[in-house]
């Protein structure tokens, strides 16, 4: 569930709800479909549906609506090695919108995602680097000229969720920097319940959203 949060007075309150989503998973812990409920009711907007292949990985995703009527499919493409290496988006008329290309550093992570039109020209680019512990430190952004056009920089907390994301926007002649900072309540398993999301105004952190998460664990 995403909330909106309200600031009265300094005492942090719930606003209007924004967005729901569920998430099932089978029995062997694949993520079987993802639901988007509208804000209000709980009325279904549009599913994702997954299939996987017999190594587990995701190869197919279906789209569709309130009627279950198919408006989209997301395909997903590995190499030998079982490793993500494309994926492609067709619209309800089985016309590519757009692909997705993935190149890996020799230890195996993700160092550069671009993404192609449908005439498989490069519109954007997102190019990553890590840090001691494995986790995204930065990532840079490039529009369709290969110029940067933004810049993400991460630090995380033990459980490494992002606890501060600073944007550096240079769509603009001068450079826009703005701080998005995150809390989060974990259960048992370590797994976040609840995220609050700050940003920071003149060195004022001010909340404006909250994220709850309700998880149900097989036995």
């Not at 639901?35 to 789209?63: C, P, Q, W």
């Amino acid at each position: 569930m995403y909330e909106a949060l309200v600031d009265r007075d300094g005492d942090m309150q719930y606003g209007s709800q924004l967005e729901k989503t569920e998430t099932l998973y089978n029995e062997k812990g694949q993520r079987r479909s993802m639901t988007f409920l509208s804000a209000d009711e709980d009325n279904m907007l549009f599913r994702s549906r997954y299939k996987h292949d017999g190594f587990g990985l995701v190869t197919l995703e279906h789209i569709v609506d309130n009627q279950e009527q198919i408006i989209g499919r997301t395909y997903y493409i590995y190499d030998k090695n079982n490793v993500l290496c494309e994926s492609y988006v067709e619209d309800a008329e089985r016309q590519i919108e757009h692909r997705v290309l993935y190149k890996y550093d020799e230890s195996g992570k993700l160092k550069q995602r671009s993404y192609n039109d449908a005439k498989n020209n490069v519109y954007r680019r997102e190019v990553y680097g890590y840090d001691f512990d494995g986790a995204v430190h930065h990532t840079s952004v490039f529009d369709r000229s290969n110029s940067k056009i933004m810049d993400y920089h991460y630090e995380y907390d033990s459980h490494l969720q992002p606890i501060n994301v600073t944007t550096y926007d240079y769509t603009d002649e001068d450079a826009e920097v703005s701080t998005t900072l995150y809390q989060y309540k974990y259960d048992d398993h370590g797994n976040w319940v609840q995220k609050t999301q700050y940003t920071l105004e003149k060195d004022n952190a001010v909340p404006t959203f909250i994220t709850n998460r309700r998880i149900e664990y097989f036995e």
